[in-house]
């Protein structure tokens, strides 16, 4: 959900022009941020993701609203490690038992946000903290005490904010009443982080033999980097132990950065009826509270100080997302560059195996000298092979065995090529992806290590069109009037057949023809094309034969490595330099905050 501004508490105070670009560029990094996803499993994406996580929630619970609400009352979150006496310290400021406190814990399980009246239109709408629902409470005229009042209901996703209004607390300043930052239950601490993520200012309550507890420490030194003003209570002192514990306490706020945290003790003593402090033990954290309510300035300097912290904090997350988002654009690219490398080889390789000669061995040389009738044709070839362009014809003139024949073997040998290589490529790819975190958490239990379903078929069928367009150039070249005797004489199938020789046995363009390859048979089909088309013209027919095949060959391994390369695009790795961008703008209104 993105931060809203509430039309009931901006009605009256319009946002000023600088204000307002500034919401500009928040949005904007908000939606950027919103877009970000980190798909793929590289180191830096799991902290990377809570960033996201973090930063959204802090645009939208608090930067965005406070910066379209610039004079809106401050927000005072009161928090604490379990059992520091949050609640009791809240009650006591206001003079009333409004908020719960017992023994059993998770205590404080419903937020309550206390304000005065003449504020509620501040807090009633979705300003801040606009993912959490308003529920208005009351304050009972005969309030339970605290002893008999036990915990509040339970409430594992707690999704609302209860909303009370007391004449005691000061108009200008609220105060938020939030669970255990160190609470046995999850979402108890989620919400906690949340509230004071929200907060202008916080009221943290500790005790006397807690202080050192490492979980507070941690918020308070997050604090300090955000350069939040922060008010420390330390509760339950004995009397004897106040002063030092109170320099102790001191030193360790100076060494952490925070020693213009103001500081409060609340001495030990026992409660009254309705569990309330003596009015006298919090007086100096009320005195300072309604002094800070009542200076308009002094709230706004609060605000302004908090507002650019936070703004900073946003940026820096931002620049380490950016970094993460980077990292997963370098292993998308590394993974595709994998794929596309190891099935590049592979067409290479099939490449090379249809112009050396390896293809005419076998079953297709078998077939073709069956075809052509290799002994005759090659004592004529000895004797005179000048005159051999005339004799060919006659040559022909028999019922040679059907080329056919012929086609059907290259086709499957060609067929057996393209199966392996296409198998390889899979098997190394599939290897290869599995080494990297991302490639083995996008393949996951997937076997891709072989050729996809129905490959076979799909080569071969492959292979058929480029032979059929093969014999469609040969059609096409032999409409001539002076070659067209010829090549019916000779069958569209019989000088296809001797074209597919002539190809598989190029290796080097169209001048390199291996004489002595599989007996002379790339000879023979060279001479018999030679004879019905012309020399030039068998040069470009071979030419445009290979083309094609390289193309037919392509588009066939293209579809196989887009089995891998779906898994890319189905996650959408992005670009970190947009978020770079962002962080740099949030950087400089955060220095003119």
Request: charge should be negative.
């Amino acid at each position: 959900m993105t931060a809203n501004e509430d039309p009931a508490a901006t009605r009256q105070t319009p946002v000023p022009e600088g204000a307002a670009r500034a919401v500009e560029a928040l949005e904007a990094a908000r939606a950027e941020l919103a877009e970000t996803t980190l798909p793929l499993a590289v180191p830096e994406a799991q902290e990377a993701r809570q960033w996201i996580r973090e930063s959204l929630a802090q645009l939208d619970d608090y930067v965005i609203p406070r910066y379209r609400s610039l004079d809106a009352p401050l927000l005072a979150v009161v928090g604490g490690s379990t059992g520091a006496g949050k609640s009791t310290l809240v009650n006591a400021l206001v003079g009333y038992p409004v908020t719960r406190s017992g023994a059993i814990r998770p205590t404080t399980r419903q937020p309550i946000l206390l304000h005065h009246p003449r504020d509620a239109e501040w807090f009633e709408g979705h300003r801040i903290l606009p993912s959490l629902d308003r529920i208005r409470g009351t304050v009972s005229s005969n309030p339970v005490p605290a002893n008999q009042a036990g915990a509040a209901p339970d409430a594992h996703a707690i999704t609302s904010l209860v909303l009370v209004g007391h004449d005691s607390v000061p108009q200008g300043i609220a105060l938020l009443d939030a669970p255990d930052v160190d609470s046995i239950s999850d979402d108890n601490r989620r919400l906690a982080g949340q509230l004071l993520a929200a907060a202008d200012l916080w009221v943290f309550v500790t005790t006397a033999n807690r202080y050192a507890d490492a979980v507070p420490w941690r918020l308070l030194l997050g604090a300090a980097s955000r350069d939040i003003t922060v008010a420390v209570v330390l509760d339950r002192v004995p009397p004897a132990a106040e002063e030092e514990v109170r320099a102790d306490l001191k030193a360790m706020l100076d060494r952490q950065g925070l020693g213009a945290a103001e500081l409060f003790v609340v001495p030990e003593s026992a409660l009254d009826g309705l569990g309330m402090l003596q009015e006298e033990s919090v007086e100096g954290l009320r005195q300072w509270l309604g002094a800070l309510a009542a200076n308009a300035a002094g709230r706004a300097e609060v605000a302004r100080r908090t507002l650019n912290g936070a703004v900073k904090a946003v940026s820096v997350r931002l620049e380490g997302i950016a970094e993460a988002a980077s990292a997963q654009d370098a292993a998308a690219h590394e993974l595709r560059a994998i794929c596309v490398q190891e099935y590049e080889q592979a067409l290479s390789r099939i490449l090379e195996a249809t112009k050396d000669g390896a293809l005419l061995r076998g079953e297709v040389l078998a077939r073709w000298q069956d075809f052509v009738g290799t002994g005759e044709f090659f004592r004529a070839l000895e004797q005179n092979i000048g005159r051999m362009r005339d004799r060919v014809g006659a040559f022909f003139r028999g019922e040679p065995a059907p080329a056919v024949k012929v086609e059907t073997a290259i086709e499957t040998g060609l067929q057996a090529v393209i199966l392996d290589e296409a198998a390889n490529a899979a098997e190394n790819v599939d290897r290869r992806w599995r080494s990297e975190a991302a490639g083995r958490h996008l393949l996951g239990a997937d076997d891709l290590s072989g050729t996809s379903e129905g490959f076979d078929a799909k080569s071969a069928a492959g292979i058929r069109s480029w032979q059929e367009g093969l014999m469609e150039m040969i059609r096409t070249q032999g409409q001539g009037k002076r070659t067209q005797a010829r090549w019916l004489s000779f069958g569209v199938n019989g000088l296809g057949a001797a074209l597919m020789v002539v190809v598989f046995s190029m290796t080097a363009g169209l001048s390199g023809l291996e004489i002595g390859i599989a007996g002379g048979t790339a000879v023979v089909g060279q001479k018999l094309l030679e004879a019905v088309f012309g020399e030039d013209a068998v040069r470009r027919l071979a030419q445009q034969a290979r083309d094609d095949l390289h193309t037919q060959c392509q588009r066939l391994l293209d579809d196989e490595r887009q089995r891998f390369l779906d898994r890319l695009e189905a996650v959408h790795p992005r670009s970190g330099n947009q978020l770079a961008g962002h962080a740099k703008t949030l950087r400089r209104l955060a220095g003119a905050a």
